[in-house]
């Protein structure tokens, strides 16, 4: 995984967990629910790149 992909993906989780707890302490659900998505994205983009990872790694690319 290339660093800037790491990078992206982690600002990605970070603004969702700001969303979610923004949502919460606003009563946002919209918000909330928003930064619970923008989370699970980043999740699943870090297992994908770590699937590429581990491809390269047993094919020796």
């Known amino acids: 995984?290339?660093?800037a992909d790491k990078i992206s993906n982690k600002a990605?989780?970070?603004?969702?967990?700001?969303?979610?707890?923004?949502?919460?302490?606003?009563?946002?659900?919209?918000?909330?629910a928003e930064g619970l998505k923008d989370q699970a994205e980043a999740k699943v983009k870090q297992a994908?790149?770590?699937?590429?990872?581990?491809?390269?790694d047993i094919t020796g690319q």
């Open 1 to 3: 995984m290339g660093l």
């Open 12 to 32: 990605q989780e970070f603004a969702g967990q700001a969303k979610e707890k923004l949502g919460d302490a606003t009563d946002n659900e919209k918000l909330r």
């Open 48 to 56: 994908g790149e770590h699937v590429k990872d581990a491809a390269k």
